[in-house]
């Protein structure tokens, strides 16, 4: 009897002192989020941005063609501009109001630009007769023959009439600047709305703001 119970006390003992079981921590789920997908996301990144720089020409991205839209008002400066070759004043143009387009070639090498006036959303007709000039690279309102290398009156798509349309074509050097200066064949500002539609087809560009 005496046997057994110190049998039976040994077991508890040993039981009692024995290693605690301690039960596994739970296991986190570490499987990875499924990845997106490339193609969608690419897709709504490039068409978005390539789409608005291309139509819009937003200023200082590179462009193949752009455009920009004002008004001559009262509040213009105004010069004595040239006739449609550059050389000399003209004696129909003095004192008439004027805007500028900086345009700057995005490309290492030399780059043709053309630029067309028409009235702002209407590229077939123009407010008013308009006269366009290039200058390479910039323009001096005090000396308007001075780097004046491209002047036009009514060869645009509106050719005739009190709306007659202008053209002109200029070559930039690689990374150079042109300045566009519209302006009137003759008289005062009387809120004339304009616009210049800008292409070139061998290189990029960007228009200042």
Known sequence: MRTLLATASLVFLLAACGPAVVAPPPVEDERLPLPEDPAEGKGEGEGEGEGEGEGEGDP?????????????????????RTLQTGATLSAAGGDVPYDTVRVASASEVELTLTAE??????PTTCAFDTMLFAYVPDF?????VTTCTDGDD???????????????????????????????????????????????SDGLFTVAP
């Open 60 to 80: 200082g991205v590179p462009v193949t063609q752009a455009t920009r839209s004002g008004i001559l008002t009262t509040s213009d400066p105004t010069y004595d």
């Open 117 to 122: 006036t028409s009235a702002p959303g209407a």
């Open 140 to 144: 001096s309102p005090t000396n308007a």
């Open 154 to 200: 009514d060869s645009g798509v509106a050719s005739t009439g009190p709306g007659a349309c202008s053209v002109v074509s200029v070559t930039i050097p690689p990374r150079g600047t042109v300045t566009f200066v519209v302006t009137k064949f003759s008289g005062g500002a009387t809120g004339d709305p304009w616009q210049l539609n800008m292409t070139s």
